[in-house]
């Protein structure tokens, strides 16, 4: 009887656990939503990655979703670095949506010849995808009638040089605000959150350097 109560005790013991860590997933999954649907991107981000490094939630879908966060919240480099992942190892309906995105970011970027390879491969996983059949046929047109624009495609930055992306540069101009204020705590904050998320915040590493040595002083 002891061995029977002894199992009972362990199943008790054991449940809970299981059914507070659903909780816990399905309680980011929401968080992770809700950031996103009210456009607070660096937060979505933090979302995502939470569900794909604490709940193996490491799907196409959620990492569209970051993909798309990084995107919006000017982080170029990481989102084509996600939607290149998805393109080559995703279904085809998400790695379409991938290659479509990546070729939105190339666009912008004025990479043209990326761009539009971009829109092809997306069509070819997808020939339903209509967002990337409409970028794929305007772009042909413009290059075909801008054909100087086409030799900006050709100067690539060196892949060795790190530059900052939109996002970083946001950062460090509300780092030096704080600067300014002399809260330089803050400051130190703000640069070492953002660089949780987006590696080319330690472009400004010098900077965040300086404000390290500043606030051991203070500390003193």
Same mark, same amino acid.
């Given at each position: *009887? ?10 008790? *013991? ?18 992770? @939503?809700?950031? &996103?649907?009210?456009?607070?991107? @660096? ?11 604490? &709940? ?55 990479? &043209? ?22 970028? &794929? ?53 703000? *640069?070492?959150?953002?660089?949780e998320i987006d590696e080319t915040v330690s472009y400004y590493q010098e900077f965040i350097n ?11």
């Amino acid at each position: *009887m002891t061995q029977v109560y002894s199992i009972v005790f362990l199943l008790i *013991m054991f449940i809970p656990a299981s059914w507070q860590r659903i909780a816990n997933k399905n309680s980011a999954i929401e968080s992770a @939503e809700k950031a &996103y649907k009210s456009s607070d991107f @660096e937060n979505s981000i933090r979302g995502h990655l939470l569900l794909i490094s604490d &709940y193996d939630l490491n799907t196409a879908e959620v990492n569209f979703n970051l993909g798309l966060s990084y995107q919006l919240n000017g982080q170029e480099d990481e989102a084509q670095r996600t939607f290149g992942e998805l393109v080559s190892s995703a279904g085809t309906n998400i790695s379409s949506y991938a290659a479509n995105q990546s070729g939105t970011i190339s666009a912008r970027e004025e990479k &043209y010849d990326a761009a539009l390879q971009s829109f092809r491969a997306a069509l070819i996983k997808n020939p339903d995808n209509e967002a990337a059949r409409y970028n &794929y046929e305007m772009l042909a047109r413009w290059l075909e009638k801008n054909k100087d624009q086409q030799e900006q495609d050709q100067q690539e930055q060196d892949d060795d040089q790190l530059q900052p992306s939109n996002y970083a540069k946001r950062m460090k101009a509300q780092a030096d605000q704080m600067v300014d204020r002399f809260n330089f705590s803050e400051a130190l904050n703000i *640069m070492n959150r953002a660089l949780e998320i987006d590696e080319t915040v330690s472009y400004y590493q010098e900077f965040i350097n300086n404000l390290t040595d500043v606030n051991e002083i203070s500390s003193n």
